[in-house]
């Protein structure tokens, strides 16, 4: 009775089998990863092409996500591309190695926050910036600064906001590099050696980071996306092809993923090059349906293929330029971030460290839809005034590229709106008085991901005041922020300088007070980067001792409990 049971369920089911449609027929995922150190035998000649000859695919163009536009509690704003966070200044701090200038970014720390932007009205577009105003004295001179911020709002509910499907590709760093410890530098093997402090991670190799990192990522693909990974030393691999996520063993390639071991020089170049090549393949797609974007985990010490920041540069804009977009994400205390910065400055372009594999995962699991997600392209502000002119721009990467009257910001990001309040939500621009002119008339154009142009106008008047006052406590925390980083950017320099450029002429003082730092002052002249011990000069030790003052008492009228992060730093550079 048994088998004539067993034969009655299972010989329709055989059966039914043969007259299935091929699409009712489930499809067995594919492994697909292709990268073996042994038998991988890549053409030099394929590396030795320039990118500029290779089959360039026809330029993307967009279709807006669904989204309703409206002004709401569960609301998005903005953020502006570049760095996301300065999380490599605070590991060099805690190591005991002294940061580059570039670990440090008003960007970056800006991200760290949220900001209440001085939204008053309700936006009904995609964009819609609000302006705050503020006369703050220098905590050193006691002179009057005057500051205006720039408020990047959106219309777009969170509810309704949805990134397009993706084609990813995850291009890694195998070089020799990626085997040193998290928090020691590769390089000083060829010169002094550094104590560092052990912490939780930081005993992990940066390829095992690395490669943890990774699969975080791929958690967040759906069915629809599609990926590929691209490896490179001194020369490039293609690991696995573009290929769907519902049609690929997903499983096996994580495992793939947390095998890869490290090895050669660094060629960036070679694993950006294919990572590029890759997206031909998807001209005759439907890119109204897609973000692309190239995701690029590396420490950023190149030493062979081409070094030259303009060639890099160049490969990373022409991808750009056809829609293609690039996100770093740096490994390591000894992370070269003067190169990543000069890379993120390119349209459509973020950049995130990886503190921890834990504090990674966190970052994703909020940013990760955002991060992919570029929504306003080529934002520029015109100032028109007879008595205050752009002095300095903060929290843009593009700051260098303004003028007295002009602000431009390549692209901004969707970024989370908690409670009224976006994180890294608003650009500030120090003014400078020129007469007692209040009226300022401010402009703004931009482009959507359509490439639909959009400009809008208000005016507004300054009050004239010299007394000490700020709208709102978003402007109030923003000027702090970038205070500090001036000053430690300052510090950084001329600590570097070893008494050879600024000699007996410190940046700042409490007769200069804090200064509109030059990013071009110092630059690291090489992309492998050495160690230097932490040292703070005696000068510095006083200013960061007074400085540490003046941030405790306006973070207690701001109000914000993040803030303690750069305290902690203040009271460790004012005791040392």
Not at 17 to 42: A, G, L, R
Not at 183 to 190: I, K, S
Request: net charge negative.
């Amino acid at each position: 009775m048994k088998g004539k049971f067993l034969t009655a369920v299972l010989v329709p089911v055989v059966l039914a089998s043969f007259f299935c449609t091929p699409k009712e027929i489930i499809k067995e995922k594919v492994d697909d990863w292709q990268y073996s150190v042994e038998s991988y035998d890549e053409d030099e000649e394929y590396l030795k092409r320039s990118f500029g000859g290779a089959q360039m695919s026809p330029t993307v163009t967009y279709s807006s996500a669904p989204m309703v536009l409206e002004s709401a509690d569960d609301g998005i704003g903005f953020s502006v591309g570049g760095a996301k966070d300065i999380n490599n200044f605070r590991e060099n701090i805690e190591n005991g190695y002294l940061p580059l200038p570039t670990d440090i970014t008003v960007e970056g720390i800006y991200y760290d926050y949220f900001f209440e932007t001085g939204q008053t009205e309700p936006c009904e577009e995609l964009f819609c910036p609000s302006y705050s105003k503020a006369v703050s004295m220098d905590p050193f001179t006691g002179e009057p600064v005057y500051y205006l911020s720039v408020g990047l709002n959106s219309g777009m509910k969170e509810s309704d906001f949805s990134r397009k499907k993706l084609n990813l590709v995850v291009v890694i760093d195998i070089s020799g590099s990626m085997s040193s410890p998290f928090d020691r530098y590769y390089y000083d093997r060829f010169g002094s050696q550094q104590e560092s402090q052990d912490t939780a991670d930081f005993d992990k190799s940066k390829m095992e980071i690395a490669n943890r990192a990774v699969v975080e990522l791929l958690d967040h693909l759906g069915p629809d996306d599609r990926l590929g990974i691209v490896l490179f030393d001194d020369r490039g691999y293609l690991a696995k092809p573009l290929r769907r996520v519902d049609e690929t063993d997903m499983e096996s390639i994580k495992g793939h993923v947390l095998e890869i071991e490290p090895m050669g020089g660094t060629n960036m170049e070679a694993g950006m090059f294919i990572a590029s090549t890759l997206y031909d393949s998807l001209e005759s797609l439907d890119r109204d349906e897609y973000e692309n974007r190239v995701i690029f985990l590396t420490d950023a010490m190149p030493n062979t293929g081409s070094t030259d920041e303009n060639s890099l540069f160049g490969m990373f804009e022409k991808n750009s330029e056809r829609g293609v977009f690039t996100t770093f994400i740096g490994v390591g205390v000894d992370l070269n971030t003067e190169l990543v910065e000069i890379l993120t400055k390119i349209k459509g372009a973020n950049y995130f460290s990886v503190h921890s594999p834990t504090a990674f995962k966190e970052q994703m699991d909020d940013n990760f839809d955002y991060m992919v997600t570029p929504l306003v392209f080529d934002l520029e502000l015109v100032l028109e005034s007879d008595g205050y002119e752009i002095e300095k721009v903060y929290g843009s990467p593009e700051a260098n590229l303004s003028t007295g009257e002009i602000m431009k910001v390549n692209t901004l990001f969707p970024s989370k709106r908690v409670e009224g309040e976006t994180r890294g939500g608003l650009v500030l621009l120090r003014l400078k008085k020129t007469s007692g002119d209040a009226r300022i008339s401010l402009g703004v154009s931009y482009e959507d991901r359509n490439g639909v142009k959009d400009e809008n106008s208000q005016t507004i008047e300054f009050g004239g005041s010299e007394t000490e006052y700020y709208d709102n406590s978003g402007i109030r925390k923003g000027i702090l922020l970038a205070r500090f980083v001036e000053l430690v950017k300052s510090w950084l320099t001329d600590q570097r300088a070893e008494g050879e450029y600024l000699a007996g002429h410190p940046m700042v003082s409490r007769n200069t007070g804090i200064i509109v730092y030059d990013e071009k002052i110092l630059e690291l002249g090489r992309w492998e980067r050495q160690s230097m011990g932490l040292e703070v000069s005696s000068h510095y030790t006083e200013l960061f001792e007074d400085f540490h003052d003046y941030f405790m008492k306006e973070a207690e009228a701001i109000g914000d409990t993040a803030l303690s992060r750069e305290l902690d730093v203040l009271k460790k550079l004012s005791e040392m």
